[in-house]
């Protein structure tokens, strides 16, 4: 039965609230006014934002928190463009996101039409796919297209070019027009079994082994299969140590936890370089993992689990692949070692019990720092406090630089599951206050606290104004060391003390920014502060902003808690 005729932007709209999309965030143009119109009408979840990159960043991390599908909108040129660096984040990191771009009159394009660009070829690389819509009755076809892209495989963003002649005309749809598949509103849509006898050969390798270590990222959180791991580990003993994305994939107060390996660890690289067996499950194995490709070392005897069969010996070549869905893979492990695991676990019980021994050793060794009084406040106090206020189902969401290699090495998830949301993929500044806006939609009624520098949150100022219409509840934790953390820590380290140049902000008091925009702000400057100010945070409604002010000093920047001494030569890069 056919509709009465409708605009290309409806049925746009229709086609979302057919997959239960939302909510959505956007700032619109004329181009997508049918649709903006459409979305009132329709009663569709959907948020203005000040800028577009806050929109891709908030609908990416409400996608990492939720597993369903992010959404966002934009207006043509300038709007489209702002959204490349969250696509890129989006499209590394394997986030599904549908994303809606206007675009010019296809009668007038090419004719210096307001904000009109090469949008299409600017936008194209940074997305997993990009669609042109051309046709206005094809809206239905193509907008499933979209979501069942964005949802199988690695995951990732689709953009949806629609030009205003498309999103203005009408046409008389059919009601069965408007049909969506459900397995396409979240992650993964669908899954595989890696090859039967691959499986069984990678058992014969895992009970044979005698030092067998797992390395767990963010492709376990997109499968969901952060259970089934910890499950699989404790059924032979097997340790686990993760990435910044792969964290939670085992809780880091779980005895078999090795913690974060690469560029920054805990006890995971000497675990590594000591193993026997290497199985790497959902993870790319890439620079900040493999601490620029020095670990696992050269010669390792690799078992590679991952859904993407491109990643398999980009960096490190495999003794085998198994290409499939990470749950199930681990399902069908534990299903083809069932027979000998009484045995292997207990025949490994001595070396996962070592590696229980080792993270207590190194967490009695790194005592002092973690519970440092000292002022200016050091980050990790900052990193113990947030770990004994947060709860066990709380989120941490952890902005680019240097808050997510602290909040990545001393965070402890106390449950399975992704309860820690970094932007590695791209690793953008600025992440921190649309991440933490994008997962307490996601994961409403629950704590979010977020780590980002007061360099990032100058970026996303702007959009307390977004969250406290919104009325959403969070704290965002500024760690306010005056600087541009990360680079100025990297200029001590290779040039040498007080070599610093366009690395310093101006003193800035947060809390009293936070008030000026109607909410909540509490500034910290004694480390004996922080438990009250985390717990009054945690029980205050709307965004709270906790202004904390920490070391100056370049030296105690990054990470340092995990005992290493930084030895470098002039050019390299450290960190």
């Known amino acids: 039965m056919s509709t009465n005729e409708i605009s290309g932007?409806?049925?746009?709209?229709?086609?979302?609230?057919?997959?239960?999309?939302?909510?959505m965030f956007g700032m619109g143009g004329f181009q997508l006014l049918p649709f903006y119109d459409a979305a009132r009408r329709l009663e569709l979840q959907h948020y203005l934002i000040n800028d577009e990159r806050a929109g891709v960043f908030a609908a990416d991390a409400y996608a990492k928190a939720s597993g369903r599908v992010g959404l966002v909108d934009a207006t043509l040129g300038p709007g489209a463009t702002n959204l490349v660096t969250g696509l890129v984040e989006a499209l590394n990191a394997g986030t599904p996101l549908v994303v809606l771009v206007g675009d010019t009159h296809r009668d007038h394009s090419w004719k210096n039409m307001t904000q009109e660009s090469r949008q299409i070829e600017i936008l194209r690389p940074a997305c997993k796919e990009l669609i042109r819509v051309e046709a206005i009755h094809r809206i239905p076809e193509l907008m499933r297209r979209a979501f069942a892209i964005a949802t199988t495989g690695r995951p990732g963003p689709v953009v949806v070019d629609v030009p205003e002649d498309i999103c203005h005309a009408t046409y008389g749809f059919d009601e069965s027009d408007f049909t969506a598949?459900?397995?396409?509103?979240?992650?993964?849509?669908?899954?595989?079994?890696?090859?039967?006898?691959?499986?069984?050969?990678a058992a014969q390798m895992i009970a044979e082994a005698e030092r067998p270590i797992l390395l767990a990222g963010g492709g376990i959180h997109i499968s969901g299969a952060a259970d089934a791991l910890t499950a699989f580990a404790h059924s032979i003993n097997m340790p686990v140590a993760h990435t910044l994305t792969g964290k939670g994939a085992i809780p880091c107060t779980d005895p078999l936890s090795a913690g974060l390996f690469g560029r920054y660890d805990r006890i995971a690289n000497s675990l590594i370089e000591a193993a026997d067996l290497v199985l790497v499950i959902g993870c790319k194995l890439g620079e900040i993992a493999t601490k620029r490709y020095t670990v696992p070392g050269s010669g390792k005897n690799l078992i590679h689990l991952e859904i993407v069969p491109e990643e398999f010996g980009r960096t490190i070549e495999p003794a085998l692949t198994l290409w499939g869905?990470?749950?199930?893979?681990?399902?069908?492990?534990?299903?083809?070692?069932?027979?000998?695991?009484?045995?292997?676990?207990?025949?490994?019980?001595?070396?996962?019990?070592?590696?229980?021994?080792?993270?207590?050793?190194?967490r009695f060794e790194t005592s002092e720092r973690l519970n440092s009084d000292e002022t200016p406040i050091s980050m990790a106090r900052l990193m113990t406090e947030i770990n004994h206020a947060l709860p066990a189902n709380?989120?941490?969401v952890a902005d680019g630089g240097f808050a997510a290699h602290w909040g990545g090495l001393l965070f402890d998830t106390k449950q399975p599951g992704r309860s820690f949301v970094p932007d590695r993929g791209f690793a953008s500044i600025g992440y921190g206050l649309p991440g933490a806006m994008g997962v307490a939609l996601a994961a409403q009624g629950r704590a979010v606290l977020s780590l980002t520098g007061d360099g990032g949150f100058n970026m996303m100022l702007g959009e307390l104004e977004t969250a406290r219409r919104m009325r959403l509840s969070f704290t965002i934790i500024v760690v306010n060391n005056a600087a541009s953390g990360y680079v100025k820590a990297l200029q001590h380290l290779v040039y040498g003390p007080d070599s610093y140049h366009a690395s310093d902000l101006a003193e800035t008091n947060y809390a009293q920014a936070a008030k000026a925009l109607g909410c909540h702000g509490i500034r910290v400057e004694e480390p004996g502060q922080l438990a009250?100010?985390?717990?009054?945070?945690?029980?205050?409604?709307?965004?709270?902003?906790?202004?904390?002010?920490?070391t100056r000093d370049p030296a105690k920047m990054l990470p340092g808690v995990d005992n290493r001494t930084v030895k470098i030569q002039k050019g390299d890069r450290v960190a």
């Not at 229709?14 to 999309?21: L, P, V």
């Not at 396409?184 to 039967?196: D, F, K, S, T």
């Not at 749950?327 to 490994?348: M, N, P, V």
């Not at 009250?532 to 029980?539: I, K, R, Y």
Request: aromatic share 4%.
């Open 325 to 362: 869905d990470a749950l199930l893979g681990l399902q069908d492990l534990q299903a083809a070692l069932a027979e000998r695991s009484t045995e292997i676990k207990a025949r490994q019980s001595g070396y996962a019990n070592d590696v229980a021994k080792r993270m207590a050793k190194w």
């Open 394 to 396: 709380g989120f941490l």
């Open 181 to 201: 598949n459900p397995s396409h509103q979240e992650v993964p849509a669908l899954r595989c079994r890696p090859n039967g006898r691959a499986v069984e050969q």
């Open 532 to 550: 009250a100010a985390l717990a009054e945070a945690l029980s205050t409604e709307g965004p709270t902003i906790l202004d904390v002010v920490v």
């Open 9 to 23: 932007g409806e049925a746009i709209a229709r086609m979302i609230k057919a997959f239960d999309g939302g909510p």
